[in-house]
């Protein structure tokens, strides 16, 4: 058989995934157990019914065919115009690349600062994909881990430490997925010097700019001298509830979002027509964004109270986002084995700390991706688990 490129083998590395308790829960639940899950970051409800007539209209009114490869200038317009509410920087349809969920953005701005044996500096912990989306450009990286007792604010110091001369970029994710930390601004000042100092690119994950607590969003691209360094990675998954449309985009410098039409050329040929058009509506309306938004913000306060006062375990960071991330330390240092020890012992599944990288080893990450009765159990489930392993070790001492 033809040898398959060692770019193509190296994306996804052998080994575990880290989802092993969530697709061992999901096997149970299919096959009739009731077994309750907080893993994945889907939302429990389906897209605002007014995005779903947007689309409909919009399959009705012959929106079937081609686009152009950078999205439908009314897109890109939307876009733009959500970009400049959000970073308070002039932003035109000419830095703006609509592409195919915020993954698709991700990996459109690492191929645009990445060459084969480049090395990017990530700020862990960090989403899923990151690392793929990395080698699959042929680059390397190396993780900075933020700490638990610093609410996961990443160092500046740290940061450039990391920094070789092969570096191109930094890469964050504010709101965290999987902490819920939200950078603070001297966070991201101190990183924004790190970038000028070493002339690097900034790629800035801000899918969940929609989910930000009590607090307004803050985007690197809005600080000195920035915006012409700063690569916005964005979505309507998160904000909109529109997981599957796969609706995303990119912001960035016009000299970078010009050449990268051509990526879109070779991978996406653009986005579907109908949901572009239903895109439009979505973004200028802002359909569901203020719901949505409330219906985390209530779960995230209630789950939080609930475990607030937990002997036990710590709620760390979770200022923002859809998800809690809980310091399990006090009676177990593996994630990983307090997960699978909760499923069994109280049929609920969670996500590993370890699944986002050695800096929530020892935690664990709730979604809140469920109806409020869910979250309810879940917490005290979680408790009598925790209180039952805290026995333990009075009992052994």
């Known amino acids: 058989m033809p040898h398959l490129s060692d770019r193509?083998?190296?994306?996804?590395?052998?080994?575990?995934?880290?989802?092993?308790?969530?697709?061992?829960?999901?096997?149970?639940?299919?096959?009739g157990e009731d077994?309750?899950?907080?893993?994945?970051?889907?939302?429990?409800?389906?897209?605002?019914?007014?995005?779903?007539?947007?689309?409909?209209?919009?399959?009705?009114?012959?929106?079937?065919h081609y686009t152009q490869l950078e999205g439908i200038p009314a897109l890109r317009r939307a876009m733009a115009r959500v970009s400049e509410e959000l970073t308070g920087v002039a932003t035109r349809p000419d830095n703006i690349l609509a592409t195919g969920g915020g993954q698709g953005a991700l990996y459109a701005a690492v191929q645009a600062v990445c060459d084969p044996g480049s090395h990017a500096v990530v700020c862990a912990p960090?989403?899923?994909?990151?690392?793929?989306?990395?080698?699959?450009?042929?680059?390397?990286?190396?993780?900075?881990?933020?700490?638990?007792?610093?609410?996961?604010?990443?160092?500046?110091?740290?940061?450039?430490?990391?920094?070789?001369?092969?570096?191109?970029?930094?890469?964050?994710?504010?709101p965290n997925n999987p902490a819920g930390a939200i950078y603070s601004r001297e966070t991201l000042n101190g990183i924004a010097?790190?970038?000028?100092?070493?002339?690097?690119?900034?790629?800035?994950?801000?899918?969940?700019?929609?989910?930000?607590?009590?607090?307004?969003?803050?985007?690197?691209?809005?600080l000195p001298d920035m915006a012409e360094r700063t690569l916005v990675i964005n979505s309507m998954s998160k904000s909109h509830g529109m997981t599957g449309w796969r609706v995303g985009w990119l912001t960035?410098?016009?000299?970078?979002?010009?050449?990268?039409?051509?990526?879109?050329?070779?991978?996406?040929?653009?986005?579907?027509?109908?949901v572009s058009h239903a895109a439009v509506e979505a973004l200028d309306q802002a359909y569901g964004v203020a719901e949505i938004?409330?219906?985390?913000?209530?779960?995230?306060?209630?789950?939080?109270?609930?475990?607030?006062?937990?002997?036990?375990?710590?709620?760390?960071?979770?200022?923002?986002?859809?998800?809690?991330?809980?310091?399990?330390?006090?009676?177990?240092?593996?994630?990983?084995?307090?997960a699978w020890g909760l499923l069994e012992s109280e049929n609920l599944a969670l996500m590993p700390g370890e699944t986002f990288g050695p800096s929530t080893a020892g935690h664990v990450r709730v979604s809140l991706c469920q109806p409020d009765d869910v979250l309810?159990?879940?917490?005290?489930?979680?408790?009598?688990?925790?209180?039952?392993?805290?026995?333990?070790?009075?009992g052994a001492a």
Not at 141 to 158: I, T, Y
Not at 254 to 274: M, Q, R
Request: net charge negative; charged share 25%.
């Open 8 to 31: 193509v083998s190296s994306i996804l590395q052998g080994g575990k995934t880290g989802w092993e308790v969530h697709f061992h829960a999901l096997a149970r639940r299919q096959a």
């Open 35 to 64: 077994i309750l899950m907080v893993t994945a970051g889907d939302h429990d409800f389906d897209t605002p019914a007014e995005i779903v007539a947007a689309c409909d209209r919009a399959l009705h009114a012959g929106y079937h």
């Open 126 to 174: 960090y989403y899923a994909t990151y690392p793929g989306t990395f080698r699959a450009a042929g680059a390397d990286f190396s993780l900075v881990h933020a700490r638990p007792e610093d609410g996961f604010q990443p160092g500046a110091e740290a940061i450039e430490a990391a920094v070789t001369e092969r570096t191109t970029a930094i890469l964050i994710n504010t």
């Open 193 to 222: 010097d790190v970038c000028r100092r070493h002339d690097l690119w900034l790629l800035s994950d801000e899918v969940y700019w929609s989910h930000t607590g009590d607090q307004a969003h803050l985007s690197p691209r809005s």
């Open 252 to 274: 960035g410098p016009e000299s970078v979002i010009g050449p990268l039409v051509g990526l879109n050329l070779v991978s996406t040929y653009g986005l579907n027509d109908f």
């Open 293 to 338: 938004t409330a219906v985390y913000a209530r779960r995230r306060a209630a789950f939080r109270a609930a475990m607030d006062d937990c002997p036990g375990l710590l709620i760390r960071g979770s200022e923002g986002g859809i998800y809690l991330m809980a310091d399990i330390r006090a009676v177990s240092a593996d994630g990983e084995a307090f």
């Open 376 to 394: 309810e159990e879940a917490a005290r489930r979680i408790r009598r688990h925790v209180d039952s392993l805290l026995a333990k070790k009075r």
